[in-house]
């Protein structure tokens, strides 16, 4: 049984693009939630979706945004990219509020 | 305001030295508080569920408990491989967001 996927692996972006990562569920999970985490700070919570629909989100700005695909599948977007955007972003699944399983992540360095 | 605290930042221990770290947190409404191993550049493993004060699970050499406002992770006789950074993250509202505390890195020397 596949765990959470994640793609890529990492990416080296410059200031001012824009970056789409991308998450695949563990079987049988329908909940899909994002994170970023800073080196040396644990994950920060940025949002959540569950049945295409973004059900909550942290404080992040709206140059993040998702989208959740009916396979439950998941993308996150970054816009204008800024240099403090540099982090792991860290996808998980779950079944709606239950325990959350982490994928490996995404590095992604913005220069 | 809603807080995840955990102590101390950074433990080293000798193989086979047991002890414990700290999680503490400041949320009305505790629905479940969770424990993550994290190795260097991966994702969090995770590790327990607790519920309510008073429960606790145990996993190998791990043992996870919980009161009212904080919670414990036991490490009993540790090895080496147990060195990783230990999370701990609640969850508090109707939703699935989760608040991370910064994390506990233990080293674990031979």
């Known amino acids: 049984d596949a765990g959470v996927t994640q793609s890529p692996t990492h990416l080296i972006k410059t200031r001012g693009q824009q970056v789409t990562l991308r998450c695949s569920p563990k079987s049988g999970h329908d909940t899909v939630s994002w994170y970023q985490q800073a080196l040396g700070q644990g994950p920060q919570f940025i949002f959540q979706y569950y049945e295409e629909e973004e059900r909550q989100r942290g404080n992040f700005p709206d140059r993040f945004s998702g989208h959740q695909f009916p396979n439950y599948s998941s993308e996150l977007n970054v816009n204008a990219l800024l240099l403090g955007d540099s982090a792991l972003y860290l996808c998980a699944s779950s079944l709606v509020k239950n325990e959350q399983f982490f994928g490996p992540g995404t590095r992604l360095t913005v220069l | 305001e809603d807080q995840v605290t955990q102590s101390p930042e950074a433990l080293r221990l000798q193989e086979g030295e047991s002890s414990s770290l700290n999680c503490s947190y400041t949320v009305s409404g505790l629905r479940g508080l969770f424990w993550y191993r994290q190795d260097p550049g991966k994702g969090p493993e995770f590790l327990f569920t607790l519920y309510s004060a008073g429960e606790e699970k145990e996993k190998e050499r791990l043992k996870a408990t919980l009161t009212k406002k904080e919670s414990f992770l036991h490490i009993t006789a540790p090895k080496p491989e147990d060195s990783a950074t230990y999370l701990c993250?609640?969850?508090?509202?109707?939703?699935?967001?989760?608040?991370f505390g910064q994390g506990t890195e233990l080293s674990v020397k031979p």
């Open positions: 993250a609640v969850n508090y509202n109707q939703g699935g967001k989760l608040i």
